[in-house]
């Protein structure tokens, strides 16, 4: 089956570091160079804003976010994790469709905004001594 990949980097080092090894993942053939090679996956690097690419959301299934470093001001005891500011958690369930799986990393998504918090798990993550992924679901 085909995939489009589409992600969104906000720092200029990281975009940079992502496109450079999405140049290689091309070279290697890993990744069609044109969306319109329809037999190949396809991937895109954005830079930027998330909210700039709320058109990309729409469209997606499963997004992923490294939110590690992201800000959280509160602690949910009901779900035993610190939960994403507000602004987060509200782009992300106005701009998903219902149904969409949202995975973020050490902070989870808050349930005041339409999603679920259906499992997590711990993994390793050695920048931060480990990290856990949140695996959301929206439900509007």
């Known amino acids: 089956s085909k995939w489009d990949?589409?992600?969104v980097e906000i720092a200029n080092l990281l975009h940079s570091l992502g496109a450079e090894y999405l140049a290689q993942g091309v070279e290697e053939g890993l990744f069609a160079r044109t969306a319109s090679e329809a037999s190949s996956n396809s991937i895109s690097l954005h830079f930027g804003p998330a909210e700039e690419y709320s058109h990309l959301l729409a469209e997606a299934?499963?997004?992923?976010?490294?939110s590690t470093a992201f800000p959280a001001n509160s602690f949910s005891?009901?779900?035993g994790a610190m939960i994403l500011n507000p602004e987060w958690s509200r782009l992300l369930s106005k701009s998903c469709r219902?149904?969409?799986?949202?995975?973020?990393t050490d902070r989870a998504l808050d349930p005041v905004d339409g999603w679920e918090?259906?499992?997590r798990l711990d993994v390793e993550n050695p920048e931060v001594f480990g990290s856990t992924g949140y695996i959301h679901v929206l439900k509007l």
């Open 5 to 7: 990949v589409h992600g």
């Open 61 to 66: 299934n499963i997004v992923f976010a490294y």
């Open 77 to 79: 005891p009901e779900l």
């Open 98 to 104: 219902n149904r969409c799986v949202a995975i973020t």
């Open 117 to 119: 918090l259906v499992d």
